[in-house]
């Protein structure tokens, strides 16, 4: 009877079972619900399954230890989409001092693959575009990249994902455009310049909306 | 970017859709974005593994439950009593453990306040009695003080008193001693009555 009525209460209900009463039945349903939506975020956001895989984990570890910190007010998906980006930010920022320090200074593999350089061993058409799709996207800068994923694939609403980046939601609209141009240029080898010029004053029209 | 995710209302999609339709720079664009929005769901993740275990065991779970239960019947809801039973005593013996240490704690919580009261009413109680004494040894003082200063004057009275009856005294026994000198003289001057007393 109890595991029936916490299969139907919402996120929000549970989380503020977790937050007053340590509930863990309530927390194992929030995890349940959502490990596969931030699982993806951070494989997309890090270009890496595993430790996308990881930092799902830990985000959920950090919600459980920052439970305290959860106002009831606000969505519980945006307080957890929220963590996880930052994990994700945390983790690319590693990565980024690590290839700094490092006397080889290579890029990891999934970077090396550029739209016109692919791994020999990508023979699948489609394959070979989610590939590209990948590199392309961690080519892309954090700020853009965020907004992508979460539109694109997490399916967010422009609105929502102002919530959780808190920034306007006209913001929101003209990073997905960039965003989108970016990896448009780098999916079809384009050089920046010549995309840069041809969608200034076109974009400004169609970002109104 | 509303009008490529559908997050438009449909007049205001109709809107756009006619300028598109008459704007080639804009349609360029569009067309641009939409290639890389197709493109990037190109890239699918494999579904969650664990999730899909996790899916297909709750299934079988709930299956094996319902035939279970359907079997097993009554003698289910025997073992379930028992094991009601079993979980009640377990929880009672927890329940106690926990009320015990409470208690316990809770009686070490009364004991430290007991004596630090304790401790403050003794000193307050010391400071009573020190003050009750140093009262009592005032008004003993005072007494005492009142006592001598009888004493003191009873003793210039007594002074006074004896010193006139010895002026008394004095004054009657030189009267007494003019009055034996006189005799004495007299008797020296007619010593014939003197041998005739004899």
């Given at each position: 009877m109890k595991l029936f009525s916490l299969f139907s209460v919402s996120d929000e209900q549970a989380m503020w079972r977790v937050q007053m009463q340590d509930d863990a039945e309530a927390f194992a349903i929030l995890v349940e619900r959502w490990e596969g939506p931030i699982q993806n975020l951070c494989t997309r956001m890090l270009g890496d399954a595993h430790r996308g895989e990881d930092l799902a984990q830990e985000a959920f570890t950090k919600i459980f230890a920052r439970r305290?910190?959860?106002?009831?007010?606000?969505k519980f998906s945006t307080f957890l989409w929220r963590v996880a980006l930052n994990l994700c930010y945390d983790e690319l920022r590693r990565r980024d001092r690590r290839r700094e320090t490092s006397l080889d200074a290579e890029l990891s593999n999934e970077d090396t693959y550029t739209a016109d350089e692919l791994p020999?061993?990508?023979?699948?058409a489609r394959e070979e575009t989610a590939e590209r799709v990948r590199g392309a996207l961690m080519r892309i800068s954090e700020a853009y990249r965020s907004v992508l994923v979460l539109r694109?694939?997490?399916?967010?609403?422009f609105r929502e994902i102002a919530d959780v980046l808190d920034i306007p939601e006209g913001t929101v609209k003209s990073r997905m455009a960039e965003g989108l141009s970016q990896l448009a240029r780098l999916l079809e080898g384009e050089p920046e310049s010549k995309i840069r010029i041809k969608n200034t004053d076109v974009r400004k029209e169609l970002l109104v909306l | 970017m509303s009008f490529l995710y559908d997050e438009l209302a449909p007049e205001t999609r109709a809107g756009l859709q006619a300028h598109l339709d008459a704007c080639c720079e804009c349609r360029v664009q569009m067309t641009a974005w939409q290639s890389a929005a197709m493109q990037m769901s190109e890239w699918k993740l494999p579904p969650k593994r664990k999730v899909a275990v996790a899916r297909t065991l709750t299934r079988w779970a709930i299956a094996a439950a319902i035939v279970g239960l359907a079997a097993l019947g009554g003698a289910r809801l025997v073992a379930l009593s028992g094991e009601v039973k079993q979980l009640r005593t377990e929880m009672r013996e927890q329940l106690l453990l926990e009320v015990r240490r409470d208690l316990d704690s809770a009686l070490a919580q009364v004991t430290e306040q007991a004596t630090k009261s304790a401790s403050t009413e003794a000193q307050a109680l010391i400071a009573a009695v020190a003050q009750k004494l140093e009262e009592k040894r005032l008004t003993d003082q005072q007494a005492t003080l009142a006592a001598l200063q009888k004493m003191n004057a009873q003793r210039v009275a007594d002074y006074a008193a004896m010193r006139k009856e010895l002026e008394t005294v004095a004054v009657f026994t030189e009267t007494g001693l003019e009055r034996a000198q006189n005799q004495i003289a007299t008797l020296a001057y007619s010593p014939a009555s003197f041998s005739d007393n004899k």
């Open positions: 305290k910190e959860y106002e009831p007010r606000g020999p061993d990508v023979s699948m694109h694939y997490e399916d967010l609403k | -």
